[in-house]
T-cell receptor, first 112, second 112 residues
Framework: SQTIHQWPATLVQPVGSPLSLECTVE??????LYWYRQAAGRGLQLLFY??????ISSEVPQNLSASRPQDRQFILSSKKLLLSDSGFYLC???????????FGQGTRLTVV | TQLLEQSPQFLSIQEGENLTVYCNSS?????LQWYRQEPGEGPVLLVT?????EVKKLKRLTFQFGDARKDSSLHITAAQPGDTGLYLC????????????FGQGTELSVKP
């Protein structure tokens, strides 16, 4: 069966510090991978998505970046965090065009 | 730019009432999905609709995909307090590969 792991679950980081959130998927090959950010009680803002290794599409220009070093690994990074980077970050995967998305448990990031 | 407009954003009703949530776009979607999300967790899929005009029922929930595949609705009959939560529509725009975008969400509160 397919599973998705996202860590850490919570993170408190000072302004200006780096960030690395990791997401791995098991049980499927060549998935589409996504990073979303969500404000409380609101919809999901698509940050990055990837349809294959080394293929990253950025949806929102900001100080975040994403990488896909392996087929089932997706990493969200920042060199210097801003206060406005605080939020709930969700990793997800799907297969094909129009396939349902499966989500990780999310990371609550607080930048202080 | 928000390509998927979801309304209303907030809805507070009494137990037993009916409600409808709408999701609209100027773009054609390969498929459209509805999710429900609990606080602190990732969204969970309720249904996927792929054919224009398609209607799917899940107990007291009825989902419809517009004929032109640009809009969708979620109708809940005789709402229960257990229906309280955040409802999200999401879709893959036709011919844009695996890009999955979400609406702004509808926060539903059903009071006993």
């Amino acid at each position: 069966s397919q599973t998705i792991h996202q860590w850490p679950a919570t993170l408190v980081q000072p302004v200006g510090s780096p960030l690395s959130l990791e997401c791995t998927v098991e049980g499927t090959s060549n998935p589409n991978l996504y990073w979303y950010r969500q404000a409380a009680g609101r919809g999901l803002q698509l940050l990055f998505y990837s349809v294959g290794i080394g293929q990253i599409s950025s949806e929102v220009p900001q100080n975040l970046s994403a990488s896909r070093p392996q087929d089932r690994q997706f990493i969200l990074s920042s060199k210097k965090l801003l206060l406005s980077d605080s939020g709930f970050y969700l990793c997800a995967w799907s297969v094909g065009e129009g396939g349902r998305a499966f989500f990780g448990q999310g990371t609550r990031l607080t930048v202080v | 730019t928000q390509l998927l407009e979801q309304s209303p954003q907030f809805l507070s009703i009494q137990e037993g009432e009916n409600l409808t949530v709408y999701c609209n776009s100027s773009s054609v979607f390969s498929s459209l999905q509805w999710y429900r999300q609990e606080p602190g967790e990732g969204p969970v899929l309720l249904v996927t609709v792929v054919t224009g005009g398609e209607v799917k029922k899940l107990k007291r929930l009825t989902f419809q995909f517009g004929d032109a595949r640009k809009d969708s609705s979620l109708h809940i009959t005789a709402a229960q307090p257990g229906d309280t939560g955040l409802y999200l529509c999401a879709g893959t725009i036709y011919n844009q590969g695996g890009k999955l975008i979400f609406g702004q969400g509808t926060e539903l509160s059903v009071k006993p």
